[in-house]
């Protein structure tokens, strides 16, 4: 039973290059979710996905970030133009379904990519 | 202060003492979630507390839901210095009667078991 599935581990990039993270949730879950946590912070939401829609992305910046979870394959965050400011640890969570709130109990969450900026 | 505000910051103990952890909360909730986090690890789920409930256990811990006073409280019996971590409580905010799943954490605190 694999759990989230996140890669890569740890990504680097210099200032104006692109980040691109990947998430597989759990088998049988069609509801993901992306956070980001700065140092020594907690965990702050970006943004919830289903399948090939965008449910909730008031915790994502406006500009530079993107999100999706096509039909097919993993859900990606991307972060264009990376900054320093862009550093940190991105998390992503699954759960099982979001109507039915006697299954949508838990999220779980990957291992999450650490993302540094130089 | 905001959604999900843990208390103490940080919690220095002996092996075996108890470790009791609070979370202010705001919003009217669906539910609220403890996790642990390990050093420059990820987050694991320990226990999630509905709005309707007041008690919980799970091995080692209790939880507590006070929703007249938007506050629950995490409580790790004879702790173990394998329970250093940080801990976070996460509410799962309900708008106008629908819960989204959008979980919104705290700080956490920082607990350190000595051995």
């Known amino acids: 039973n694999a759990g989230v599935m996140q890669n890569p581990r740890h990504l680097v990039r210099r200032r104006g290059q692109e980040a691109r993270l990947r998430c597989s949730p759990m088998?049988?879950?069609?509801?993901v979710y992306w956070y980001r946590q700065l140092p020594e912070e907690g965990l702050k939401f970006m943004v919830y996905?289903?399948?090939?829609?965008?449910?909730?992305e008031s915790g994502m910046p406006k500009e530079r970030f993107s999100a999706e979870f096509p039909k097919e394959g993993p859900s990606i965050l991307r972060i264009q133009q990376v900054v320093r400011g862009d550093s940190a640890a991105y998390f992503c969570?699954?759960?099982?379904?979001?109507?039915?709130?006697?299954?949508?109990?838990?999220?779980?969450f990957g291992p999450g990519t650490r993302l540094t900026v130089l | 202060s905001q959604q999900g505000e843990e208390d103490p910051q940080a919690l220095s103990i002996q092996e075996g003492e108890n470790a009791t952890m609070n979370c202010s909360y705001k919003?009217?909730?669906?539910?609220l979630q403890w996790y642990r986090q390990n050093s420059g690890r990820g987050l694991v789920h320990l226990i999630l507390?509905?709005?309707?409930?007041r008690e919980k256990h799970s091995g080692r811990l209790r939880v507590t839901l006070d929703t007249s006073k938007k506050s629950s409280s995490l409580l790790i019996t004879a702790s173990r210095a394998a329970d250093t971590a940080s801990y976070f409580c996460?509410?799962?905010?309900?708008?106008?009667?629908?819960?989204?799943?959008?979980?919104?954490f705290g700080q956490g605190t920082i607990l350190t078991v000595h051995p």
């Open positions: 996905l289903q399948k090939e829609n965008i449910i909730d």
């Open positions: 088998k049988g879950h069609s509801h």
């Open positions: 969570a699954s759960s099982p379904s979001y109507y039915v709130e006697s299954l949508r109990d838990t999220q779980y």
């Open positions: 919003t009217s909730i669906n539910n």
């Open positions: 507390i509905r709005s309707n409930e």
């Open positions: 996460a509410t799962d905010e309900r708008v106008g009667g629908t819960s989204y799943g959008k979980l919104t």
